[in-house]
């Protein structure tokens, strides 16, 4: 991936923008890390890829409780229907499309079940939750953002760059699938929610606060793909 300016993923945005901004140093670190650097010319190991899905499922279900956290965090009835759409769409959608997924890269549902959870997706998912916990809704949407809008910019980014192997790359259909339109509205839809949260809830006083919640979960982000990519080390010694 190229790795100069942070680019204009939704501009149209307010709090967001703001957000990766303050953070860009680590921001940059994590949509250029050599992890996905890899991804994007198709050299990434595949122990490391598989490591990295099948923590991934345990990640996407500490995401689905965070979804349930924010229907109790909520106090309007279009933010819990939201939430629980949101959980729905994870526990009854996206985890049977991940399985699909990582059944062809040999991971079977039961056996990554069966994984103990790293100490990288441990610290991030639990980092999670207990922003959600300890603060507000905005709070919550705010540690989720890393993940939620990182993945369609990543994706985004790779599938723009001409650096990215095309022909030939065994990552493409990841690529395609955070690169596509279905992920993109995902992306889209967390921002314009933090955008109406802040402005219900904050205003211009609690952006440090808040970036601050950024940043540090966007330093988990960074883990969680060196977590990815440590995984080759053994083999690679």
Avoid at 62 to 82: G, P, S, T, V
Avoid at 101 to 114: F, T
Avoid at 154 to 165: E, M, Q, V, Y
């Amino acid at each position: 991936m190229a790795s100069g300016s942070l680019g204009h993923y939704l501009p149209d945005y307010q709090l967001y923008p703001q957000l990766r901004d303050a953070s860009a140093e680590i921001w940059q670190a994590y949509v250029a890390h050599p992890f996905v650097a890899q991804l994007a010319a198709g050299t990434l190991p595949e122990a490391c890829f598989r490591h990295y899905l099948g923590q991934d499922y345990l990640f996407l279900i500490q995401f689905a409780r965070a979804h349930a956290l924010a229907a109790y965090k909520a106090d309007a009835l279009a933010d819990i229907r939201a939430a629980a759409a949101g959980m729905s769409a994870i526990i009854d959608t996206e985890i049977g499309l991940h399985v699909d997924y990582c059944a062809g890269w040999g991971l079977d549902q039961d056996d990554m079940q069966a994984l103990p959870e790293a100490s990288a997706t441990i610290a991030y998912s639990r980092y999670v939750l207990e922003k959600g916990l300890q603060g507000d809704l905005l709070d919550l949407y705010v540690a989720l953002a890393p993940c939620a809008i990182g993945y369609g910019e990543i994706g985004a980014r790779l599938a723009g760059d001409p650096d990215t192997r095309q022909p030939g790359n065994p990552y493409a259909a990841w690529i395609a699938m955070y690169s596509g339109d279905d992920y993109q509205e995902v992306a889209r839809s967390h921002a314009e929610t933090l955008d109406r949260l802040w402005h219900e809830r904050a205003g211009g006083a609690r952006v440090r606060q808040l970036a601050t919640t950024f940043a540090q979960a966007t330093q988990l982000e960074v883990d969680f793909w060196q977590m990815g990519l440590d995984a080759a080390e053994p083999e690679d010694a």
